[in-house]
């Protein structure tokens, strides 16, 4: 979801990304350049992996992907005159996605007050190399959830040189539930919201039957919540409604294979959410006390997408 070539600051070139990608089993990449769509005709030499028609605005007051283009958008927004509601409805009559990038990232952090949150889709929530800057950008995507904004998050590796361990395409990864393997199923996955992080393990979620991304009904306010994951390592499931903690269950050790969490919860307020994390279990959280259970960006394994849920259908 997030990437350069040599095109803007990368030290690659398409091809390269392109190869680490495949190279790293993933299903699609973006390559977001700043400012440029130069990059587009390399990546119609590809058709043996989903490329992103995508490119980053880059301002003095915060970062964003614009993903799915099919034209150049003017993202001068440093300019008098030309913002980011312009650029949003640029992105958005192509039919594209915009994506806060890295939100807290000191000079390069989001900055841009006067962007109405209805106007972007998706946030980077897990970042390769943000560091405990996750835990901020997870703590805002949860004040825009609670604040009634369907922000989808994602995953970003930010990655100049696909030959640099330290910013390597495929240690944390978008996973779009995609209707075809095709740029535009791959937009329409992330804009339904059918998404998830992987951070070295796998999650869906489905509440009252409903996917990520979708609404639930819950008759009689009765809510169940059903978290697969699958780790290879022992990992403890953390269960959310609108940003708080409702339960932590420590899931099975078996390596590879999907397990299932189940949640049983009453809903107290019509317009709630829920959402789920993995994280690497550190053995030391207390089950008397699971509202102190160990959890940050390093522990981080999975990151699921909200299913919001409506008392009676």
Known sequence: MHSHSAHSDGRRPVADL????????????????????????????????????????????????????????????????????????????????????????????????????????????????????????????????????????VAGSDCHDPADPGQALGRVVTVVHADEGSERGIVEGLRRGRVSVWRGAGIDMHVNGAPMGGTAAAPGGRVQVDVDVRADEPVVVFVLRDGLLIDVVPAADKPGEWQRITVEDRLGAPGAYYRAEVHADPGRNDPQFWASSLRDHSSLRAAGNPVWVRPDG
């Open 18 to 153: 392109v190869r680490a990608a495949k190279e790293a089993g993933l299903g699609f990449l973006a390559v977001t350049d700043h400012f440029t769509a130069a990059h587009w005709p390399d990546l119609d030499a590809h058709d043996d992996i989903v490329l992103l028609h995508s490119m980053e605005l880059t301002s003095h007051r915060g970062h964003a992907n614009l993903h799915g283009l099919t034209r150049w958008v003017d993202t001068y927004v440093d300019r008098p005159g030309h913002t980011m509601v312009d650029v949003a409805a640029d992105v958005h009559e192509q039919g594209g996605l915009v994506c806060v990038n890295h939100a807290f990232s000191g000079d390069q952090a989001w900055r841009r007050f006067d962007t109405p949150w209805d106007a972007v889709d998706l946030i980077e929530i897990a970042h390769l190399q943000q560091g405990a800057n996750n835990d901020a950008q997870i703590g805002l995507w949860d004040r825009l959830l609670t604040s009634g904004h369907r922000v989808i998050g």
